[in-house]
């Protein structure tokens, strides 16, 4: 069964960090690009990072650049996204999906699997 399971969220105050991990089963994230979106309440998902299949090239949104960072371990079929100096707008669920193309983008229609997301709250 092809699964990606997010993990990490949860409650921060602002200016804290958390670690996402987008564990995927039943399939190797080798030869994928993953990208991890959010979806704060009443607003559309957007696109927050990617990276390419080899780790080799990473992308992240104006919003996002300078305080978060993907990275993947291909060896354990993981990838991650650390958020730091985070701040109230970051509140959103935050889902990883995997794109069979091996460079990325930020097109949804282009990720093949989706995980279930994980909740984060920045709050004081």
């Known amino acids: 069964q092809v699964q990606l399971v997010e993990s990490g969220g949860g409650l921060v105050q602002p200016g804290g960090s958390l670690r996402l991990s987008c564990a995927a089963s039943?399939?190797?994230?080798?030869?994928?690009?993953i990208g991890w979106f959010r979806q704060a309440p009443g607003k559309e998902r957007e696109g927050v990072s990617y990276?390419?299949?080899?780790?080799?090239?990473?992308y992240y949104a104006d919003s996002v650049q300078g305080r978060f960072t993907i990275s993947r371990d291909n060896g354990k079929n993981m990838v991650y996204l650390q958020m730091n100096n985070l701040k109230p707008e970051d509140t959103a669920v935050y889902y990883c999906?995997?794109?069979?193309?091996?460079?990325?983008?930020?097109?949804?229609?282009?990720?093949?699997?989706w995980g279930q997301g994980t909740q984060v709250t920045v709050s004081s």
């Open positions: 990276i390419s299949s080899s780790g080799s090239s990473t």
């Open positions: 999906a995997a794109n069979p193309q091996s460079w990325g983008t930020w097109i949804e229609g282009d990720y093949r699997y």
């Open positions: 039943g399939f190797t994230l080798d030869y994928y690009s």
